[in-house]
């Protein structure tokens, strides 16, 4: 019988490529993963990928391979999810998802009311643009911008956060404030990585197209393009809730209305019954409530 653990290799080195991606996948060197592929292709006698100049190419047995591999490890997912689901201990492990900002923001307030009602939960937070598959259990609850469009997963709004473009009142009084319909001609501009968000250099920006204004910085972190508006180095989306309040900061466009991304809470439908998972997600909720206004625009009018 072929080993589910020389499986679980192949089918990440099918996803990602290359034996030094699927490593950084599984936390292991790219030597190990080569040395499992071995494994597996001479318990098959098969050889199940052929190696091109872009990277690791299946061949038609590791294909084949492939496919059933996908069936046994859906299996195992839902083995361990209903496992999980059947757990009631307040206690144990929960990974979160999320951004760094809507970490600081909600996730870890969110966190200290779960730590002081349920000492024994314990948390790994993780951040960064990259989505985490929650089907595939790399994390248990995932706090973020856009609903799944695929995948048995529970995904439910969990409020919305208005960005606008925003500029340092020393970047505005030495470079002036764009008119309307300029293209942001002359100006520079800080954003958002392309595929973080809608924001796109190229098409609209605030509400405004874009023709001439010179990118500067791109950058997957809110709170990194937060800084650099904050010294002057462009002009920027920013959410609302962060530099509304900020005195250094003023809304470029000020008849623009704010853009609002929906928030998701995303979880397995078997691991939501899970009772740390269960308070985890509860305690979220109720930070994402007690924070609604602001992350909307809401609570203060713009500068």
Same mark, same amino acid.
């Given at each position: 019988?072929?080993?589910?653990?020389?499986?679980?290799?192949?089918?990440?080195?099918?996803?990602?490529?290359?034996?030094?991606?699927a490593?950084?996948?599984?936390?292991?060197?790219?030597?190990?993963?080569?040395?499992?592929l071995?494994?597996?292709?001479?318990?098959?006698?098969?050889?199940?990928?052929?190696?091109?100049?872009?990277?690791? @190419?299946?061949?038609?047995?590791?294909?084949?391979?492939?496919?059933?591999?996908?069936?046994?490890?859906?299996?195992?997912?839902?083995?361990?999810?209903?496992?999980?689901?059947?757990?009631?201990?307040?206690?144990?492990?929960?990974?979160?998802?999320?951004?760094?900002?809507?970490?600081?923001?909600?996730?870890?307030?969110?966190?200290?009311?779960?730590?002081?009602?349920?000492?024994q939960?314990?948390?790994?937070?993780?951040?960064?643009?990259?989505?985490?598959?929650?089907?595939?259990?790399?994390a248990?609850?995932?706090?973020?911008?856009?609903?799944?469009?695929?995948?048995?997963?529970?995904?439910?709004?969990?409020?919305?956060?208005?960005?606008?473009?925003?500029? *340092?009142?020393?970047?505005?009084?030495?470079?002036?404030?764009?008119?309307?319909?300029?293209?942001?001609?002359?100006?520079?501009?800080?954003?958002?990585?392309?595929?973080?968000?809608?924001?796109?250099?190229?098409?609209?920006?605030?509400?405004?197209?874009?023709?001439?204004?010179?990118? @500067?910085?791109?950058?997957?972190?809110?709170? +990194?393009?937060?800084?650099?508006?904050?010294?002057?180095?462009?002009?920027?989306?920013? $959410?609302?809730?962060?530099?509304?309040?900020?005195?250094?900061?003023?809304?470029?466009? $000020?008849?623009?209305?704010?853009?609002?991304?929906?928030?998701?809470?995303?979880v397995? $439908?078997?691991?939501?019954? +899970? *009772?740390r998972?269960?308070?985890?997600?509860?305690?979220?909720?109720?930070?994402?409530?007690?924070?609604?206004?602001?992350?909307?625009?809401?609570?203060?009018g $713009?500068?």
């Amino acid at each position: 019988m072929t080993n589910w653990s020389d499986l679980r290799f192949f089918l990440e080195l099918a996803r990602t490529g290359t034996l030094a991606a699927a490593g950084r996948k599984l936390g292991v060197d790219n030597t190990t993963v080569g040395r499992r592929l071995s494994a597996l292709e001479r318990d098959l006698g098969s050889k199940l990928f052929s190696r091109t100049p872009d990277g690791l @190419v299946l061949t038609a047995a590791g294909e084949a391979i492939r496919t059933a591999g996908e069936e046994m490890e859906q299996a195992v997912l839902r083995g361990e999810q209903r496992a999980l689901g059947s757990d009631r201990k307040l206690s144990g492990l929960v990974r979160v998802a999320t951004t760094e900002m809507l970490g600081e923001l909600a996730v870890l307030p969110a966190l200290r009311s779960v730590h002081e009602r349920h000492p024994q939960i314990r948390v790994e937070v993780l951040t960064g643009a990259g989505r985490l598959d929650v089907a595939r259990r790399e994390a248990d609850v995932a706090l973020r911008y856009g609903r799944p469009e695929s995948g048995d997963l529970v995904a439910r709004r969990a409020g919305t956060m208005a960005f606008a473009l925003y500029a *340092s009142g020393k970047y505005l009084a030495a470079r002036g404030r764009p008119a309307r319909g300029s293209g942001f001609s002359g100006h520079d501009i800080v954003t958002f990585n392309v595929g973080v968000r809608q924001w796109r250099v190229g098409g609209q920006f605030g509400g405004e197209p874009v023709h001439d204004g010179r990118v @500067v910085l791109r950058t997957n972190s809110a709170l +990194t393009l937060l800084k650099a508006v904050q010294v002057g180095l462009g002009i920027g989306p920013l $959410p609302c809730s962060l530099a509304d309040p900020d005195p250094k900061l003023e809304r470029v466009l $000020p008849a623009v209305p704010a853009e609002l991304d929906e928030l998701w809470l995303v979880v397995h $439908p078997d691991v939501q019954r +899970t *009772s740390r998972v269960r308070a985890v997600l509860d305690a979220i909720e109720a930070r994402m409530a007690e924070i609604a206004a602001s992350l909307s625009g809401s609570a203060a009018g $713009p500068r």
